[in-house]
């Protein structure tokens, strides 16, 4: 939780903004890539995909662990990482997009 003070006047005013989603790790799909292509985060930490193109992608775990639906411009898809190891995944669309997440203590 982030805390940002406003000055009114005379008075000072705290307001707190939960800002979890926009802390969360990130990989942005952006012509038919991952970016960045491997990202590693520790066990409990939510990982947040963003599709930039004009192309639908979906995002499937090769171990099947995890998946996504069809996601189409700005749509997102998260999933929390809960065990260690490393997770490889690909657009179900567009197969030769691939990724790797890396979960380590």
């Given at each position: 939780?982030?805390?940002?003070?406003?000055?009114?006047?005379?008075?000072l005013t705290a307001?707190?903004?939960?800002?979890?989603?926009?802390?969360?790790?990130?990989?942005?799909?952006?012509?038919?890539?991952?970016?960045?292509?491997?990202?590693?985060?520790?066990?409990?930490?939510?990982?947040?995909?963003?599709?930039?193109?004009?192309?639908?992608?979906?995002?499937?775990?090769?171990d099947k662990s995890?998946?996504?639906?069809?996601m189409d411009t700005?749509?997102?898809?998260?999933?929390?990482?809960?065990?260690?190891?490393?997770?490889?995944?690909?657009?179900?669309?567009?197969?030769?997009?691939?990724?790797?997440?890396?979960?380590?203590?």
């Open positions: 939780m982030k805390l940002f003070a406003f000055a009114f006047g005379a008075a307001l707190a903004i939960d800002a979890s989603a926009s802390d969360a790790p990130s990989v942005e799909i952006l012509k038919f890539a991952f970016a960045p292509k491997e990202i590693t985060v520790t066990p409990g930490t939510k990982v947040i995909w963003t599709n930039h193109d004009e192309t639908p992608h979906q995002i499937n775990a090769t995890f998946g996504s639906k069809a700005n749509d997102h898809f998260e999933y929390t990482f809960t065990s260690e190891g490393d997770f490889s995944y690909f657009c179900t669309l567009h197969p030769f997009m691939t990724g790797v997440v890396h979960v380590h203590k």
